[in-house]
């Protein structure tokens, strides 16, 4: 491996430590290396904390050693003032000589500017060093400020006969069709994304909380289609308790501390208004767990970037049919007798 792969590789895998408390900013990892050996490290822990850059150099013991080091950076290094100072600043403080960068930050803010702040203060830039896998670190930020939208996840589980839930159902609570594991490696994927999303009749059939209780983590904001205020408002997703957003056809319920009511046009394409007005409250990702007309009008309007699909070993006989999905190229799991299949969308 190529000595600035290695150390990029390393930043990457410091970053992954950030997943799902960054947002909304990137999630960056940083090495700080003296005649070949790790003198520092860091990664960006959370929005509003320091960046991946300061806790790199706020590691490194003897700093008399920043002159004769390179830092490794999975994203460019921020040269504007947000929360913090920009990590530009910082590098030329410090004379590191050399910076090595993954890729370039694609927010309008940064999109070069800090290359350029470095190369103009004679310090001498490598970009593009395992760009692919740093691209993909940050899918969802990418995603976000190249499309405008965030990053669309599917999520569901149907039976070996393909359905996703009965027909009729006696309680008003979720018919398990995985094993406890991959339940809870969906309350896992839950800390990771910042939104989740579900329609009507999931809400009223299921009464879920759409937390991470059996993952620790932060909660995802909720998000909840409800066009003709059906849900009872003693239902979970109105407890206060959690950031909910509800999109609804008509301006009749009144906004709270906690929870916000969004009007859009159910007869228009409700995928793309939906994506718009997640993009206008700054959610970079969102995890869709059903049920099926809701799944189907992302996968229609093809607003998807990833599906995960688990089949679980149940036979339902009769019941809602699982979405249809494009047949692409997947990567199968299996979890014990339970199946996964990850799916992407590269339309």
């Known amino acids: 491996m190529k000595i600035h ?6 930043c990457i895998s410091l970053a992954k430590n950030g997943l799902g408390a960054t947002y909304p900013n990137p999630m960056v990892g940083s090495v700080i290396v003296y005649e070949d050996k790790i003198i520092g490290e860091g ?9 991946a850059e300061v806790n790199a150099v706020n590691s490194v013991k003897d700093k008399s050693l ?12 921020c040269s504007h003032f947000g929360k913090t100072p920009p990590c530009c600043d910082l590098i030329i403080e410090n004379e590191i000589p050399n910076v090595v ?6 927010n309008i803010m940064v999109a070069g500017n800090g290359i350029k702040k470095l ?38 589980a149907e039976s070996q006969d393909a359905f996703i839930a009965p027909l009729e159902k006696l309680e008003k609570k979720p018919v398990w069709i995985t094993n406890t594991y991959s339940r809870q490696l969906v309350h896992k994927w839950r800390t990771e994304e910042q939104a989740i999303l579900v329609g009507t009749q999931t809400v009223i059939d ?31 997703v109105f407890d206060n308790k959690i950031k909910t957003i509800v999109f609804t056809g008509s301006e009749t319920s009144v906004s709270q501390e906690n929870t916000t009511f969004e009007v859009i046009d159910f007869k228009q394409n409700i995928a793309e208004q939906i994506v718009n ?3 206008k409250h700054n959610i970079q990702s969102v995890i869709i767990e059903g049920g099926l007309q809701t799944l189907q009008t992302f996968i229609d ?10 089949k679980g070993n149940t036979f339902l006989k009769e019941g809602i049919n699982a979405p249809l999905i494009p047949k692409t190229s997947s990567e199968k799991y299996k979890i014990e007798e339970d199946k996964l299949t990850i799916t992407k969308n590269y339309d």
């Open 206 to 236: 299921d009464n879920p909380q759409l937390n991470a209780r059996d993952w620790h983590g932060n909660n995802p904001v909720r998000l909840v289609l409800d066009q003709n205020n059906r849900i009872p408002k003693d239902n979970a």
């Open 101 to 106: 960068i993954g890729t370039v930050d694609p």
């Open 301 to 310: 309007a093809n607003l998807w970037d990833e599906a995960r699909i688990f």
């Open 119 to 156: 190369i103009e203060a004679g310090i001498h830039v490598t970009v593009g060093v395992l760009e692919d896998e740093c691209n993909e670190l940050n899918k969802r930020f990418f995603t976000f400020h190249q499309k405008k939208r965030p990053y669309i996840l599917l999520k569901w």
């Open 5 to 10: 792969e290695k150390y990029i590789n390393r």
């Open 66 to 77: 920043l002159k004769k080091s390179t830092i490794y950076v999975s994203l460019e290094p």
């Open 43 to 51: 990664w960006h822990k959370k929005a509003g904390g320091p960046h």
């Open 277 to 279: 007005s997640l993009y």
